[in-house]
């Protein structure tokens, strides 16, 4: 079983930064990426940016220029850093790592963490 754990989240005043982090855990390989997703009120959820095996990093056009994405390969973490945030940051971010579990899985499959609380205050 694969597990992410996100950690990070909280209230964060407009105009402020954040940093999310998501540790993976269990039996794990053949990684496409890993990355981050939000949900905010009543929306859908949405891709924030994720990161390769290789590097390429791939960010929603609404945090391009704002955010970094990155991921410690050896230690199965991403990491997201968010600058001038605002009202609509407001959502529940999720870990997400599209890879497999079983040897006998023959395509991989997206695993999600519990998802952690960012509040964006005006």
């Known amino acids: 079983q694969v597990q992410l754990v996100e950690s990070g989240g909280g209230l964060v005043q407009a105009g402020g930064s954040l940093r999310l982090s998501c540790a993976a855990s269990?039996?794990?390989?053949?990684?496409?990426?890993m990355g981050w997703y939000r949900q905010g009120p009543g929306m859908q959820r949405e891709l924030v940016a994720t990161i390769s095996s290789s590097g390429k990093t791939n960010y929603a056009d609404s945090v391009t220029g704002r955010s970094t994405v990155s991921r410690d390969v050896g230690l199965n973490t991403v990491s997201l850093e968010m600058n001038s945030l605002k009202a609509e940051d407001t959502a529940v971010y999720y870990c997400?790592?599209?890879?497999?579990?079983?040897?006998?899985?023959?395509?991989?499959?997206?695993?999600w963490g519990q998802g952690t609380q960012v509040t964006v205050s005006s």
């Open positions: 269990g039996t794990i390989f053949n990684i496409a990426h």
């Open positions: 997400n790592l599209n890879g497999r579990s079983q040897f006998r899985q023959k395509v991989n499959v997206d695993y």
